[in-house]
């Protein structure tokens, strides 16, 4: 199941932080500053895949965001490297070619397409079409 | 600024971009400071916000608290909220909700009120939204409030997909929160059956759920099985097009194929030949796809198709049946191995790491073992090279096991230094489990040192002595490997120490060459001696005295080295009382009484290696989750699973720590449990006979007395509580020295004392035998003497565990200052399992350990004996005999307790007189006896007359009862 979903950018300030299990704040915190070091010191040649504490970041970095996704270890990397960039590739028709600066704005919009595709720790919904109808649906709604 | 779609908050985003243009953290919080005045003053004052401010301000709060900043006021707007018919407002409480009320918030009860009345609502957005939000909360609280409506949403016909989704991730959450109330009986088969449900969303998001009702009871949930193989059938039939909304870059429905899969992990291979046929069909498909030329260049493409591919493999390695599948997926992963991708040959190593524990699969990869050590060569990502070793490690047997070694160790010498500590136990391990020839084995183990001398740990150097010591194929040349590993100028420490312990006990095997002869060997461990930390002075100086057994003739130089103020004036005191004792040994000694105390260490029990515990305790790692963690087969699990016993030889683990005298030398940080004559509590040095080296051999329970047992055992109800020995099987010890003083299931302690009365010292040993099939842990001995004044109590360090079948000794060192009439008691307490227990010992210290016999002719006696006419100086007691009456017997006993009976003094020779002297540090103490057996009435008395009236009361008590 997945843990937490980070959106960060290489400064390390969080653009998105989604938690399924519960922490401490202060964990938290921790957890975001951990994350950062653990995932911007690799390039390319690396994985996208890293051992962190007793869980495993499956993470892709989009321009200056990294994408981080926190699973169980016996979890299937790729399924969720790809349920990361499909993600990605909603916001990106949601937000008519997204950038950070999206995330920044529409926090609480973004929150909404999280809860559309991931409820629970769990992929809820795959299809970027029926999710892209409902939160145009949505943002229809006063 | 950036496009906002549908309706932007004004206000909010010009917030967010005066934060954004703050130029200092101060002008942030200033400028938040400010906006928060704001917000409160609204919330307070104007009685007339709308919903859309109101939304706004929440909003803006939301934004304070993720940048960081605490929130203490606007909860209650935020509630307000979910009563909104909009939309956007209702969105935006639930969202401030998610994210910011804690779950035992006093508002929570008027926020189940709001999401009750939403759930029922005729609007599926608001149900939506507030399935989501518990979901997103999912406490225990919300568990009990909406367990029971949330599953009529998940099946009924009329809800609508949308709502379908989010009730069934909704109740994964509440499982997760109070798995006591999961959805049984009727809705089991519905449940089920949504994996027929025609939306594939639907499917994905309750398959989750089915998911973890599967791992809760397999059995209730069997008949998912041929429906999920049906379902996956389908999927992977059908042509990539077909699926439309589900099909992701040529690939139908991944994410569903993959959760299907995973679902048919839970279960062993169908017995239903049909549902396993077909499921063997789609793995088939799986594996023929993987060789088709891709639709796409996509990494999304392949990444997708791949992660179905992975799970296929997962799946059939779980199955572990199908051979043909099982070869197939082995010669998939092989050619990933070589994938341009480092993400393909990282997941092909860590797969294959599996595939290699199926024995089916072993010799199949077995055949890309120079592949796997080309990667720990080449790869830029260490964990790939970590998936490398790994793989290595669990594809090594007999045939290949010195090249992987080989290689590991070549490896070993550019290590990450983050995996060493992991190889060394690893490259340990294989040797030592697949040596065919243990001189291989001492030379992997050295050559470990050599290379990485600072990773070895400790269990991996006793394993290696414990070896040698118990094969003695192999003592020769490990004295030979060892003297030559020292011939380095510069030598790692645990060189030293093995190579000390090695030559201690087996130098003189090489000593017959003269480049290695006695002198040789002596200077080549005393060379390094300066150099090393005081542990292993001591192991060294351990190894020098018994040079003075293997070759007498360098005896003067031992002798010189020990009497050398480094040594015998050390700052150390182990290592001070080491030079001391082996000294005063070494002198007094006869060369018999040497070869016995220095004998040749005794073969060790045969237990599961240390080092494979070491290494599993590596892979355990702390798992804060919340939920049960998802056990899936991991290269780490191949290690936990795995062990290296074979029977024949299979050493102790934590060797030298617990195992009383058996590992004597080896326990340096113990010095107590050192066999050789230490702790003396620091008062004095005397020494009666000095023990064996191997103390453990003579075993200290086997006299001649009959053992008797504690009293019956009650311990194991947990209750913490303390149990007694009684006073009378302590008294036993009175007229002796060792024997059994407690034993019940779990524990056995026995006692062996020594006094010397004239010096007014002594010590009692405690033996405390682990009986249980569980260590003794948190094993803690305390002291408690109520005359602590009159007699000086110390206790020797023990560790904190007694393993299984281990002995461990501890040392009570006493000195007699005054005379004294109470015994010192050790409160031991241990844990076995979670269960506390305390024992409470009476130490068998009486007045009578530091009396001894003195001779006296009658008139001397009789002298004394009006002397002493004092009442305070007299104490008598009268009592039945509890024994025939037996004048042998009775001087015996008298005897043993420390009086010397005189013969001819009493005109009645029925009766007996004795004589002794209490020794305390500060005065002796004349004691005279009479005991007056009177057989008509089968009475004894006792009379005492000492020069203290203690003494005289303490003696008389003592003795009562006694005849």
Same mark, same amino acid.
Not at chain 1, 110 to 121: I, R
């Given at each position: ?142 | 600024? #950036?496009?906002?779609?549908? $309706? ?17 953290? &101060? ?103 507030? !399935?989501?939000?518990?979901? /997103? ?80 009871? *397999? ?34 429905? #991944? ?24 499921? /063997? ?37 779980? +199955? ?5 599948? !099982? ?16 993400? +393909? ?62 290689? +590991? ?31 291989? =084995? ?31 194929? %192999? ?19 645990? +060189?030293?120490?093995?190579?000390? =312990? ?6 003189? !095997? ?19 001696? #300066? ?20 070759? *007498? ?28 004792? =082996? ?14 105390? !220095? ?23 702390? $798992? ?17 699973? &795995?062990?290296?016993?074979?029977? &024949? ?122 009986? @249980? ?47 004294? @009439? ?34 006296? /002719? ?12 004092? *009442? ?32 001819? %003094?009493? #005109? ?10 209490? =020794? ?11 005991? &007056?057996?009177?057989? $008509? $009435? ?26």
């Amino acid at each position: 199941m997945i843990r937490f979903i980070l959106i960060q950018n290489r400064a390390g300030k969080t653009r998105l932080a989604k938690w399924y299990m519960h922490f401490d704040d202060d964990e938290k915190q921790k957890l975001i500053e951990e994350v950062h070091a653990l995932v911007t010191v690799r390039d390319a040649k690396h994985t996208n895949f890293v051992e962190f504490r007793s869980f495993k970041i499956i993470y892709r970095r989009y321009a200056g965001l990294y994408f981080c996704i926190c699973v169980d270890i016996g979890d299937n990397n790729l399924a969720y490297l790809e349920a990361i960039h499909n993600f990605v590739e909603v916001l990106n028709e949601y937000f008519h070619n997204v950038c950070e600066l999206d995330l920044v704005f529409n926090f609480y919009k973004v929150y909404s397409v999280v809860d559309e595709m991931f409820l629970a720790g769990e992929i809820r919904e795959t299809s970027q079409n029926r999710v892209l109808k409902q939160l145009l649906m949505l943002s229809a709604l006063e | 600024m #950036p496009t906002v779609r549908g $309706d932007g908050m004004r206000g909010l985003a010009v917030f967010i971009s005066d934060i954004r243009n703050c130029k200092s953290k &101060e002008a942030e919080i200033k400028r938040i400071n400010k906006e928060l005045a704001n917000i409160r003053s609204k919330f307070k004052g104007d009685k007339t916000l709308d919903g859309y401010q109101k939304k706004k301000y929440v909003c803006k709060l939301l934004f304070i608290f993720l940048l960081g900043h605490d929130i203490d006021f606007g909860h209650m707007e935020a509630v307000n909220l979910l009563s909104s018919n909009k939309y956007s407002e209702k969105q935006v409480g639930y969202l401030f909700i998610s994210v910011l009320i804690s779950a035992d918030s006093e508002l929570m009860r008027l926020i189940i009120q709001s999401i009750k009345t939403d759930l029922s609502s005729r609007n599926p957005i608001f149900v939506n939204l507030a !399935l989501q939000c518990i979901a /997103n909360i999912g406490s225990k609280e919300m568990a009990e409030a909406f367990q029971q409506d949330i599953p009529r949403l998940l099946v009924s016909g009329d809800a609508i997909d949308l709502v379908k989704q989010s009730a069934a991730l909704c109740l994964l959450r509440l499982l997760r929160a109070a798995p006591e109330v999961a959805p049984s009986g009727e809705w089991t088969s519905r449940i089920i059956h949504l994996l027929n449900d025609q939306n594939m969303g639907v499917v994905t998001a309750s398959i989750s759920f089915l998911d973890a009702l599967v791992k809760r009871n *397999p059995s209730e949930y069997k008949a998912c099985v041929s429906l999920a193989v049906s379902r996956l059938h389908r999927i992977v039939q059908s042509p990539y097009n077909d699926l439309q909304d589900y099909t992701y870059y040529f690939v139908p429905a #991944p994410w569903l194929s993959v959760k299907l899969l995973r679902l048919l992990e839970n279960y062993p291979p169908s017995e239903d030949p049909s549902v396993r046929s077909k499921l /063997n069909e789609c793995l088939d498909q799986i594996l023929n796809k993987a060789q088709e030329p891709p639709k796409s260049k996509k990494v999304q493409h392949s990444n997708a198709k791949n992660a179905v591919l992975f799970e296929a493999i997962s799946l059939i390695i779980h +199955m572990d049946v199908e051979p043909a599948l !099982l070869i197939r997926a082995c010669n998939q992963l092989g050619q990933f191995l070589q994938h341009r991708e480092t993400n +393909m040959r990282y997941l092909a190593l860590e797969s294959m790491c599996l595939l290699a524990t199926s024995e089916i699969s072993h010799d199949a990869v077995k055949k890309h073992q120079e592949t796997v050590i080309n990667a720990l060569k080449t790869e830029r990502d260490v964990s790939v090279r970590q998936r490398a070793i790994d793989l290595l490690y669990a594809m090594c047997d007999k045939s290949n096991a010195e090249e992987i070694v080989q290689e +590991m160790l070549t490896y070993l010498e550019s290590a990450d230094y983050s995996i060493r500590e992991e190889m060394v136990l690893k490259i340990a391990i294989l040797a030592e489990k697949y040596a065919s020839d243990y001189s291989w =084995y001492v030379d992997v183990i050295l050559n470990l040192i050599r290379i990485a001398g600072d990773y070895v740990s400790e269990e991996v150097w006793y394993r290696v002595i414990q070896i040698v010591i118990n094969r003695d194929d %192999v003592q020769g040349y490990a004295a030979k490997t060892v003297f030559e590993a020292l011939q380095a100028p510069a030598c790692h420490e645990n +060189m030293v120490k093995v190579g000390g =312990y090695i030559l201690g006990e087996f130098g003189n !095997l090489i000593a017959g060459d003269q480049r290695s002869s006695s002198q040789v060997q002596f200077e080549l461990l005393y060379s390094k001696y #300066p150099l090393c930390s005081v542990g292993t002075r001591c192991l060294l100086l351990s190894s020098f005295m018994k040079f003075i057994n293997l070759f *007498p003739e360098i005896k003067n130089i031992i002798q010189d080295i020990l009497r050398n103020d480094t040594n015998l004036r050390s700052a150390d005191a182990e290592l001070q009382q080491r030079a001391v004792e =082996y000294l005063q040994l070494s002198k007094i000694a006869s060369a018999d009484i040497l070869a016995t105390v !220095l004998e040749e260490m005794p073969a060790f029990p045969e237990r599961e290696s240390g080092i494979l515990a070491k290494l599993k305790k590596q892979k355990e790692l702390p $798992d804060s989750s919340d939920t049960p963690k998802e056990q899936k087969h991991l290269p780490q699990a191949i290690v936990n699973s &795995e062990s290296v016993s074979t029977p &024949e030889r299979n050493g102790g683990g934590g060797i030298g720590m617990s195992q009383g005298g058996s590992m004597d030398l080896l326990g340096l940080n113990s010095p107590v449990a050192d066999g050789l004559p230490s702790s003396m509590g620091g008062y004095s040095q005397h020494q009666s006979q000095p023990q064996s080296a191997s103390s453990s051999l003579f075993d200290v329970f086997d006299s001649p007395t009959p053992q008797s047992h504690g009293p019956p055992a009650h311990q194991n109800g947990g209750s913490g509580g303390v149990q007694l020995v009684s006073e009378a099987n302590a008294k036993k010890f009175l007229f002796r020295t060792s024997g059994i003083i407690f034993e019940n299931e779990v524990i056995q302690i026995g006692v062996k004392s020594q006094f010397s009365p004239p010096q007014a010292v002594g010590q009692v040993e405690l033996y405390y035998g682990n009986k @249980s099939t569980a260590p003794l842990s948190n094993f803690n001995v305390q002291i408690r003497n109520s005359e602590a004044e009159s007699l000086l109590t110390q206790l020797s360090e023990i560790g904190p565990v007694v393993q299984i079948s281990a002995q461990v000794k501890q040392v009570v060192s006493t000195k007699c200052m005054a005379p004294f @009439s109470a015994q010192p008691h050790a409160r031991i307490s241990f844990t076995l399992g979670n269960f506390p227990t305390n024992i409470d010992l009476l130490i068998p210290v009486y007045i009578n350990k530091f009396l001894e016999g003195a001779a006296m /002719n009658g008139e001397t006696f009789f002298a004394r004996w009006k002397k002493l006419s004092l *009442p305070t100086q007299e104490a008598q007691e009268q009592f039945f005999a509890k024994h025939p009456i037996d004048a042998a017997a009775t001087r015996e006993k008298l005897t043993q307790f420390g009086f010397a009976v005189l013969p001819n %003094v009493d #005109p009645n020779p029925e009766n007996f007189v004795a004589a002794g002297i209490v =020794y305390t540090a500060s005065l002796q103490i004349g004691c005279l006896l009479r005991l &007056e057996p009177r057989r $008509d $009435d089968a009475k004894y008395r006792l009379t005492l007359r000492t020069s203290n009236e203690l003494v005289s009361k303490s003696l008389a008590t003592l003795l009562k009862d006694e005849f």
